[in-house]
């Protein structure tokens, strides 16, 4: 029986050249110079430092140019608000990994509000899709995309 699976995960590798190379442009840009500006990223979670919020906005679109070169998806990062503490400001960035269960439960919903001829089923971080036909579920990926979500999705392990 045909398959795929429903998956929202972020290349951490490519992530971090990103990271690297918006360090490069904070540390060679004039504006930021002396400033102690800078990125770090630790598991999925980016701390962008700097010494005010103005400074903290630049390197959050320098940070956004940077990952979208690499084809790291912006609407997979969750931004908290900025923590702003003497002459030091700072803000951090998670990487969102995986599909959680409210989610889950939004993409079976809405597959079976389509009144599509497949199964979706959660299992863990992903959702599994099954159908008789290729075509069902080719269907249903069509729907999944047209449909506006707050995180990526990516449609792996498809097998016939």
Request: charged fraction near 30%; charge should be neutral; aromatic fraction near 4%.
């Given at each position: 029986?045909?398959?795929?699976?429903i998956?929202?995960e972020?290349?951490?590798?490519?992530?971090?050249?990103a990271?690297?190379?918006a360090?490069?442009?904070?540390?060679?840009?004039?504006?930021?110079?002396?400033?102690?500006?800078?990125?770090?990223l630790?598991?999925?979670?980016?701390?962008?430092?700097?010494e005010?919020?103005?400074?903290?906005?630049?390197?959050?679109?320098?940070?956004?140019?940077?990952?979208?070169?690499r084809?790291?998806?912006?609407?997979?990062?969750?931004?908290?608000?900025?923590?702003i503490?003497?002459?030091?400001?700072?803000?951090?960035?998670?990487?969102?990994?995986?599909?959680?269960?409210?989610?889950?439960?939004?993409?079976?919903?809405l597959?079976?509000?389509?009144?599509?001829?497949?199964?979706?089923?959660?299992?863990?971080?992903?959702?599994?899709?099954?159908?008789?036909?290729?075509?069902?579920l080719q269907?249903?990926?069509?729907?999944?995309?047209?449909?506006?979500?707050?995180?990526?999705?990516?449609f792996?392990?498809?097998?016939?």
């Amino acid at each position: 029986m045909p398959s795929f699976d429903i998956i929202s995960e972020v290349n951490l590798h490519e992530a971090a050249n990103a990271v690297d190379q918006a360090n490069r442009e904070v540390n060679t840009r004039f504006d930021f110079k002396g400033s102690g500006a800078k990125f770090e990223l630790i598991e999925s979670v980016i701390t962008l430092t700097a010494e005010s919020d103005f400074q903290l906005q630049q390197m959050m679109d320098i940070l956004h140019i940077k990952l979208a070169k690499r084809d790291v998806d912006i609407a997979s990062l969750k931004t908290d608000e900025p923590q702003i503490a003497g002459k030091q400001a700072k803000q951090t960035v998670t990487l969102v990994q995986g599909i959680d269960s409210t989610l889950a439960r939004k993409i079976v919903k809405l597959i079976k509000d389509k009144k599509l001829k497949v199964q979706a089923a959660i299992q863990g971080e992903k959702v599994r899709v099954t159908g008789k036909k290729r075509d069902d579920l080719q269907e249903c990926i069509q729907a999944l995309r047209e449909t506006p979500l707050e995180q990526p999705l990516q449609f792996d392990n498809f097998r016939d």
